[in-house]
């Protein structure tokens, strides 16, 4: 023992030790009587009567208290006090769940979950047909101003406040058709029909002879042909041929934007190599339509420039490919077999394309028409005919001609300069505008 230190001072200084191990023991105490009262609080919400076993402290043995002065104790219960924190809020009562049924007691029968039905938004009223081919034809009517001044003009002249035809009046019938624009094979059939079809007293009444051309026109016009379908293939390759300026370049622009304005990712190539105003027009149209624009250098082969085009449409994933060719005369041996050539090309860079080949014909070349139509169709495998410049021209009447003589669909007719100008073709409508503001009855 350090004989510097007296026993006063040893005392104190083992009351001190003593002191400090009780409040540290004290305080251990505490924290763990505050674990143990959130543990049973947790379980009580729990529902589980004890925490897991793997949960649960360790037992720690509780050491003999020592003796300690009442200043010694209330100081270590505060120091206690401050290392537990403040205590914890109180927990509502636990919701106990609902008590099952027994044996004894009867199943209650609870009412079925309420369905609350999803609003369903009003029901649009649909154009009734009849309203349809109504509007139809009205919008057509002004594209064809002038191909109804053409033989429909001089047959409703022919008819207008007649109440019966006498055998003059016929040939004067034979007259027009002859001397129309719709051909003179055509004619003859439409008069031979009109005689063998017609009764004596049908054919005295202006009615049932005009009803009679009527019908016979749209029969002429419908021919049994499937309706295209730009989905059937991807790509769907479309070959556009024709004469110089008979509109094709035109009309492949104007159905691009029609393409592209349905959702379609268009392609076109440009394959009139040797007229360089072609190929820039085709580039404006590609911008104006958000189409893709497959060119090559002046005068390069046209079937290369269009085998690229195919290619990359296939590769890329477009919807359609649109191939515009040189315009050619078809008086032109040489030129129309470039055309076959063109048509294996595509064949390589895709299988099974072209899907359609259409002819483009201008309206105002009147019967010349048919015969441009008769040595493509033998140059081409022609799938469809595209009719422009109606709006233009009293020679519309060709295209009765040409489908009667050709057996040909006509797909799209050009009636103006804009882009809806260009319009599916449908019989019905063709046939009411042309014919229905020349009644004889007006």
């Known amino acids: 023992m350090d004989p510097g230190l007296n026993p006063s001072d040893l005392y104190e200084l083992l009351g001190v030790a003593g002191g400090v191990g ?128 053409g033989f429909v003009a001089r047959l409703g002249e022919i008819f207008k406040g007649r109440k019966e035809l006498d055998p003059s009046v016929v040939g004067d019938i034979e007259k027009v058709l002859l001397t129309a624009d719709i051909g003179v094979r055509t004619s003859q059939s439409l008069l031979e029909e009109i005689r063998s079809s017609l009764s004596r007293r049908e054919l005295a009444d202006p009615d049932a002879v005009w009803a009679f051309l009527r019908r016979r026109s749209s029969e002429m016009l419908t021919l049994p042909a499937p309706p295209v379908d730009f989905a059937a293939a991807r790509p769907f390759v479309l070959l556009v041929i024709g004469v110089n300026g008979s ?94 050539k063109v048509r294996r090309v595509v064949a390589k860079a895709c299988p099974g394309a072209p899907h359609e080949t259409w002819l483009v014909i201008d309206s105002t070349s009147g019967q010349n028409a048919i015969a441009q139509a008769q040595i493509f169709t033998e140059a081409m495998s022609v799938s469809g005919i595209v009719l422009t410049k109606l709006d233009g021209t009293a020679k519309g009447g060709v295209i009765l001609g040409i489908a009667d003589q050709l057996k040909l669909p006509v797909r799209y007719i050009g009636i103006g300069e804009k882009v809806e100008d260009l319009r599916a073709f449908d019989p019905d409508d063709f046939v009411d505008a042309l014919f229905a503001p020349t009644e004889h009855s007006n």
């Open 247 to 340: 509109g094709k370049t035109t009309t492949i622009g104007k159905l691009a934007a029609k393409l592209a304005a349905d959702g379609k990712k268009v392609l076109l190539a440009a394959g009139d190599t040797f007229r360089a105003a072609a190929v820039e027009q085709l580039d404006v149209w590609a911008g104006r339509a958000g189409a893709t624009l497959v060119r090559g250098k002046e005068g390069v082969d046209p079937s290369s420039v269009i085998f690229d085009g195919v290619k990359r449409g296939v590769t890329e994933g477009f919807d359609v490919v649109i191939a515009d060719t040189a315009g050619r005369l078809h008086t032109k041996i040489e030129l129309m077999q470039e055309l076959q």
């Open 22 to 149: 009780v409040t540290g023991m004290l305080g251990y105490l505490l924290v763990r009587a505050q674990r143990r009262a959130r543990r049973r609080q947790i379980e009580g919400v729990e529902g589980s009567g004890a925490l897991a076993p793997e949960t649960r402290e360790p037992e720690v043995e509780a050491l003999p208290a020592r003796r300690e002065s009442p200043r010694a104790a209330e100081a270590a219960a505060a120091r206690a006090r401050r290392a537990a924190g403040p205590a914890p809020a109180e927990q509502p009562p636990p919701k106990q769940p609902p008590a099952k049924e027994t044996a004894n007691e009867p199943e209650v029968e609870r009412p079925p979950a309420q369905v609350i039905p999803f609003p369903v938004p009003p029901a649009v009223a649909e154009t009734p047909p009849a309203e349809r081919k109504r509007a139809g034809a009205a919008a057509l009517a002004p594209g064809l101003a002038r191909t109804r001044s």
